[in-house]
């Protein structure tokens, strides 16, 4: 399998519910990227990854909580979220944490009800 | 990193060039034009980039004006699955590690709809 996977594509939870996202990358790519996007919104970042080091967390609630066991995964782990978190989640690998050029996966869709 | 302006909108009719301008009126001379895609509901594609020369790639070519105030992306046969928005970015050269890559901004683009 090539490229970057997520799973699952959607999900539906509660506001007191623990769940998480997943991301693998097969590039070998050594920098991985959480971004979020709300409805008719740009992209946000949310976190940077490099070489398994958190290197940016662009001011995110700390009821997103990212987790970077080897530079191929990625996690973000969510607990008591916000309707208003409802959105596309999207990872994304590249090189390093200095390129220009982006993978993305097909994004996650989270509702929280 | 400069700021582009994009078009809103496009139509384009299948088979035909899809030509998408962007403007950047204030780039530096070490920037490069880059340009993704975001098909519905998916993460975005990288296209294609450039500093000074046009380019071309399987998927496009990128026209860039001698004064580099400007760009136009091509899609020379635009087909249904070319509908997508289309982001122009300008960012300064990759340096390894740098910790840059992440504040690639994605602004509104250009909403492309190529129809039958």
């Known amino acids: 399998e090539t490229g970057v996977t997520q799973t699952p594509r959607h999900l539906v939870m509660g506001m007191t519910n623990k769940k998480s996202l997943k991301c693998e990358q097969h590039?070998?790519?050594?920098?991985m990227y959480w971004y979020k996007q709300s409805a008719k919104k740009p992209l946000e970042l949310m976190f940077v990854y490099n070489f398994k080091e958190q290197t940016e967390n662009n001011s995110v609630p700390s009821r997103f909580s990212p987790e970077c066991p080897n530079s191929s995964h990625l996690f973000l782990h969510l607990h008591t979220l916000q309707p208003e978190d409802s959105a596309l989640y999207l990872c994304a690998s590249s090189q390093d944490a200095g390129a220009n050029v982006l993978t993305f996966g097909a994004g996650s869709r989270l509702t929280v009800l | 990193d400069a700021k582009t302006t994009q078009p809103p909108s496009m139509d384009c009719a299948e088979g035909r060039a899809a030509n998408l301008p962007c403007n950047h009126s204030t780039i530096s001379g070490n920037e490069y034009v880059y340009w993704y895609r975001q098909i519905h509901s998916q993460g975005p594609q990288y296209i294609i980039h450039?500093?000074?020369n046009n380019e071309t790639n399987e998927m496009a070519s990128l026209i860039i004006t001698e004064d580099r105030k400007s760009s136009t992306l091509i899609l020379p046969h635009a087909t249904l699955r070319d509908t997508a928005v289309y982001y122009c970015?300008?960012?300064?050269?990759?340096?390894?590690?740098?910790?840059?890559?992440?504040?690639?901004?994605f602004g509104q683009g250009t909403t492309l709809q190529v129809k039958p």
């Open positions: 450039g500093l000074k």
């Open positions: 590039l070998g790519h050594n920098a």
């Open positions: 970015i300008v960012r300064p050269p990759p340096i390894r590690n740098s910790g840059n890559t992440g504040k690639l901004i």
